[in-house]
């Protein structure tokens, strides 16, 4: 049997050192071998509200839905391909192997900083929540709107009853957004409860409802107008591609700030 106390776990009266772990969770070492009580009582705080099985849960279950929202995508643009769509399937292909390479080069950044103990858990879901955002607003965001396109005849362009290159990527694009805004809230609920000030608190969390009213937005359209296959009108496709590429610009800018100042920070802290 397993106890858990103070953060401290203990099975058949053995004890066990809570350690820090880098961003694909490989321990790095023990709180009490750090170099000062400072440093020790920085990092056995972090992460106060977010509990550790909560984080892993959470990044475990967003990069398999990643991977196969990935396969499914270039699924999808084989069968754009395959019908013509020479436009829609380079556009699609070109921003799934972006995003592809932006989670990759994250996942490593979040790694190297982690190990070197130049962020802690806090920080982890922040990188964790920029890449996944940027992710949604190129990759997930440019299915959504290749899904809700119609031929002349007014029927959709990709065939929905395709398990594949339809169904399956609608309802793991939906999965993916709503993951997202899941990691949105957390964020709230962690600042809201480590930032006294109510006002600090809540100018703080102003990014993230813009993030989880952005989500909400686009998986409305998925939704509505391809699961329930509502038509479409003009104003409504005008407004998908206005917050599609203002997202895109958006996200892209937020994401060189975090790797320049990431990389500042790590390059002239310090030894």
């Known amino acids: 049997m397993v106890f858990f106390e103070s953060g401290v776990f203990f099975e ?7 350690y820090t772990s880098d961003a694909i969770g490989f321990p790095i070492n023990p709180y009490n071998d750090y170099n000062n009580c400072v440093e020790r ?14 984080f892993e849960a959470s990044k475990t279950i967003i990069i398999v839905i990643d991977l196969l929202n990935t396969v499914l995508d270039i699924i999808l643009v084989v069968s754009l391909m395959l019908m013509g769509e020479h436009g829609y399937a380079v556009l699609l292909g070109f921003t799934t192997s972006l995003s592809l390479a932006v989670s990759i080069w994250m996942k490593y950044l979040m790694y190297r900083l982690r190990k070197d103990q130049f962020i802690v858990r806090e920080s982890i ?4 929540l920029i890449t996944e955002l940027f992710i949604f607003a190129f990759e ?16 959709f362009l990709v065939d929905h009853s395709e398990i594949f290159a339809g169904n399956l990527n609608l309802w793991t694009t939906i999965l ?7 990691l949105l809230l957390i964020n709230i609920l962690m600042t809201l409860h480590e930032k006294p000030q109510m006002s600090h608190g809540m100018l703080i969390v102003i990014p993230s409802i813009v ?9 409305y359209i998925a939704i509505d107008k391809v699961l329930l296959e509502n038509p479409m009108k003009v104003t409504e496709d005008n407004d998908l591609r206005f917050f599609r ?12 700030l975090q790797n320049f100042l990431a990389n500042f920070v790590y390059m002239f802290s310090d030894d």
């Open 125 to 128: 879901l922040q990188f964790l």
């Open 211 to 219: 993030g989880i009213s952005y989500i909400c937005y686009m998986l």
């Open 245 to 256: 590429v203002a997202s895109m610009v958006l996200f892209s800018l937020v994401l060189l």
């Open 140 to 155: 997930d965001a440019t299915t959504i709107l290749i899904l809700t396109r119609v031929d002349e005849d007014g029927e």
């Open 41 to 54: 009582e920085d990092n056995e705080n972090s992460g106060k509200y977010l509990r550790p099985w909560m």
């Open 176 to 182: 993916s957004g709503v993951c997202v805004g899941l």
């Open 12 to 18: 058949s009266g053995v004890e066990y050192k809570e």
